[in-house]
């Protein structure tokens, strides 16, 4: 049987194939390709325990990760980046409960590791000048928004980051926002904010 390498390197090959019959698509292909060079080796950090919400449904307060204790001291965070930094890690994914709540620690990834995203819950503003990308989650049109993460939060992460090319709202889909998500497309539009999706896995409780 053919080993999930090889059949992944004749994919590759029959995707270069194709690409090289046009140059627009090879043109493409080859941005990809460059870009993907800015994922490799990439590591995956919760800042923090912390949140300034309580949402319906959050994975972080499902588990024990709130009974964690979060690392203080900004000099051994400057010191974790950098260490990863002399492990070539080019790509961070920072996550929380909401890493926004601490932007010294942010910075310190900021400072050593050149690419990166930070989940966001679109409530606290992240420094201009940071240059990761931005996922600010999205959990359906502002009533239900008010319901699950509290009132104003839908609205609140508009002003904040619709205008912001770091920042693409990412709705998470789930059997009962489905219906909504024309109407949160259309708000997204009209607000000039980038939209994309995930799936949602409920959570045991
Ligand atoms: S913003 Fe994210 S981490 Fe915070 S409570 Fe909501 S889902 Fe959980």
């Not at 049987?1 to 090289?20: D, K, T, W």
């Not at 912390?50 to 690392?71: K, P």
């Not at 409530?123 to 990761?132: L, Q």
Request: with cysteine.
């Amino acid at each position: 049987m053919a080993s999930a390498f090889l059949v992944n390197m004749e994919r590759v090959r029959a995707i270069r194939e194709i690409c090289r019959s046009d140059a627009a698509l090879e043109q493409s292909f080859q941005k990809v390709r460059k870009d993907a060079r800015k994922l490799s080796n990439p590591v995956s950090v919760d800042l923090t325990s912390r949140c300034n919400l309580f949402c319906e449904g959050c994975y972080y307060y499902e588990g024990d990760a709130q009974e964690m204790t979060d690392e203080e001291d900004i000099s051994r965070w400057r010191a974790f980046f950098a260490a990863e930094a002399k492990e070539n890690v080019q790509f961070v994914y920072v996550g929380g409960a909401e890493a926004a709540l601490f932007p010294d620690r942010i910075r310190a990834a900021a400072d050593k590791i050149p690419n990166g995203i930070i989940a966001a819950n679109g409530t606290v503003k992240i420094a201009k000048d940071i240059p990761f990308r931005i996922a600010v989650s999205v959990w359906g049109n502002p009533e239900d928004t008010a319901k699950l993460r509290g009132g104003g939060t839908f609205w609140k992460a508009l002003r904040n980051y619709a205008n912001d090319p770091r920042a693409h709202f990412v709705y998470t889909i789930n059997s009962q926002n489905m219906g909504q998500i024309r109407e949160v497309a259309r708000i997204m539009k009209g607000e000039g904010a980038q939209m994309t999706f995930n799936m949602y896995s409920p959570t045991e409780s």
